[in-house]
C-alpha cells in the first residue's frame, strides 16, 4: 500500500490554458474525493466518486471545473481556461467501502500566472 | 449551510504549556475529523471521533467531541516544538458529501 498519489506535485501554467491532474486513490478504494484549498484556508470540498459514478459534483468551483473516474481506479480533475484565481493546492482523497476516513494524497500545486 | 469554526486560528505558545484548540460546528453530526498539515504537505490524520462523548488521545494529543454542544476539543499537553503545524477540524454529514473542514489552526510552538 503506497498511499494516495497525485501528479503531477507541481504545475505552472499561464492563464488561459487547461489543466489536468491525475490521482491514483489506495488498491480497492472505491470511493475518491477531490477538494481545493487555498492560502491559509482549508481544504473545499469540489466533488465525489463512488467507483465510476460521480454521485456528487455540484460543488465544482465553475462550468470549467470537470473530474472523470472512468474505470473506477484513477481519477482525473481539469480545469479549462485557467484564471489566476484557481492558483491553489488541488487534494485527492481515498476512502474503502463501509469505511468512513479519508486518506489525503500529497496534493498538486497550481499556480497560474 | 454547515460551517465549521475553529478558534484560535493562531497560536504561539512555549514549550511545556498546555492548551486547547476548539471547533464548533452548525448542525448536526456524529462524525468529527482531525488533521493536521505541515507547510507545504497534505492532510495527516489524527483522530477520528465517532459518538458523543468519545476521548480519544496519541502522545501528547487529546481530542474530544460534545455532539450535543456541537463542539470538539483537540489539548495539547505539555507541548513540543515539533507540534508546531496547523491543525484541521473536519465535519462529515455523510451520504455523497465530502468533509468540511474549519479554517485551521496555526500553531507555534517555541523552545
Known amino acids: 500500500d503506497t498511499g494516495v498519489s497525485q501528479n503531477p506535485r507541481h504545475k505552472i501554467t499561464k492563464r488561459g490554458q487547461n489543466v489536468t491532474f491525475r490521482c491514483d486513490p489506495i488498491?480497492?478504494?472505491?470511493?475518491l474525493y477531490w477538494y481545493r484549498q487555498t492560502l491559509g484556508q482549508g481544504p473545499e470540498f469540489l466533488t465525489y466518486f463512488q467507483n465510476e459514478a460521480q454521485l456528487e459534483k455540484s460543488r465544482l468551483l465553475s462550468d470549467r471545473f470537470s473530474a472523470e473516474r472512468p474505470k473506477g481506479s484513477f481519477s482525473t480533475l481539469e480545469i479549462q481556461r485557467t484564471e489566476q484565481g484557481d492558483s491553489a493546492m488541488y487534494l485527492c482523497?481515498?476512502?474503502?467501502?463501509?469505511?468512513?476516513?479519508?486518506?489525503f494524497g500529497p496534493g498538486t500545486r497550481l499556480t497560474v500566472t | 449551510e454547515l460551517k465549521v469554526e475553529q478558534n484560535p486560528l493562531f497560536l504561539s505558545m512555549q514549550e511545556g504549556k498546555n492548551y486547547t484548540i476548539y471547533c464548533n460546528y452548525s448542525t448536526t453530526s456524529d462524525r468529527l475529523y482531525w488533521y493536521r498539515q505541515d507547510p507545504g504537505k497534505s492532510l495527516e490524520s489524527l483522530f477520528v471521533?465517532?459518538?458523543?462523548?468519545a476521548v480519544k488521545q496519541e502522545g501528547r494529543l487529546m481530542a474530544s467531541l460534545d455532539t450535543k454542544a456541537r463542539l470538539s476539543t483537540l489539548h495539547i499537553t505539555a507541548a513540543v516544538h515539533d507540534l508546531s503545524a496547523t491543525y484541521f477540524c473536519?465535519?462529515?454529514?455523510?451520504?455523497?458529501?465530502?468533509?468540511?473542514f474549519g479554517k485551521g489552526t496555526h500553531l507555534i510552538i517555541q523552545p
Open positions: 471521533l465517532l459518538s458523543n462523548g
Open positions: 473536519a465535519v462529515d454529514r455523510g451520504g455523497a458529501d465530502g468533509l468540511t
Open positions: 482523497a481515498s476512502s474503502p467501502a463501509g469505511f468512513i476516513e479519508q486518506y
Open positions: 488498491s480497492e478504494h472505491n470511493r
